[in-house]
T-cell receptor, first 116, second 113 residues
Framework: NAGVTQTPKFQVLKTGQSMTLQCAQD?????MYWYRQDPGMGLRLIYY???????DKGEVPNGYNVSRLNKREFSLRLESAAPSQTSVYFC???????????????FGAGTRLSVL | SQQGEEDPQALSIQEGENATMNCSYK?????LQWYRQNSGRGLVHLIL?????REKHSGRLRVTLDTSKKSSSLLITASRAADTASYFC?????????????FGSGTRLLVRP
């Protein structure tokens, strides 16, 4: 099994350009997440999708949009990229139990984005 | 703002020594998890401890949780060079019925051969 697959692995954009980061999981998980990680910092949640058809803002949603295309795929779009969005982006998925007692997340390898 | 804060930010030890890293958090939790991140890679789940548990073991890993102090520690015994990585705690607080984990800022561990 591939787990969580992110594309592309690397991307360089000019200020104002747009792009979509793709994420797909093959574990039949209900919940999916997008994070950004800046140097020396932990992960900050951008958006998440608790289940197919729903999306919610995380800690740092400004400048981003998401689409939960189906149960497998969750994309992140930058409409007008800014240098402040230079970061490493991680997608994750999890299967939250009905009791919500576990929320173990599985991560992709990341997309390294530079905005010039 | 981040829920968990890890201490120390960086740790350098000799192979064979034990490594201890700590995590403090702010709100009530359902569980606390530890993840490892090798350089340039995604995070990998290591261990989960529920709020009603005080200690948990997995191989060379030992995790403790003190909910009265809102803190947790991760102990790696008999460290190896391959343990060199960043380690993050993550809390599942379920304060707003969402499924979010809040990650700490991480401890960078260097194990010298």
């Amino acid at each position: 099994n591939a787990g969580v697959t992110q594309t592309p692995k690397f991307q360089v954009l000019k200020t104002g350009q747009s792009m979509t980061l793709q994420c797909a999981q093959d574990m039949n998980h209900n919940s999916m997440y997008w994070y950004r990680q800046d140097p020396g910092m932990g992960l900050r949640l951008i958006y998440y999708s608790a289940s197919e058809g729903t999306t919610d803002k995380g800690e740092v949603p400004n400048g981003y949009n998401v689409s939960r295309l189906n149960k497998r795929e969750f994309s992140l779009r930058l409409e007008s990229a800014a240098p402040s969005q230079t970061s490493v982006y991680f997608c994750a998925s999890s299967e939250v139990s009905s009791q919500g007692a576990k929320n173990i997340q599985y991560f992709g390898a990341g997309t390294r984005l530079s905005v010039l | 703002s981040q829920q968990g804060e890890e201490d120390p930010q960086a740790l350098s030890i000799q192979e064979g020594e034990n490594a201890t890293m700590n995590c403090s958090y702010k709100t009530s939790i359902n569980n606390l998890q530890w993840y490892r991140q090798n350089s340039g890679r995604g995070l990998v789940h290591l261990i989960l401890i529920r709020s009603n548990e005080r200690e948990k073991h997995s191989g060379r890993l030992r995790v403790t949780l003190d909910t009265s102090k809102k803190s947790s520690s991760l102990l790696i015994t008999a460290s190896r060079a391959a343990d060199t990585a960043s380690y993050f705690c993550a809390t599942d607080s379920r304060m707003d019925s969402s499924y979010k984990l809040i990650f700490g800022s991480g401890t960078r561990l260097l194990v010298r051969p």
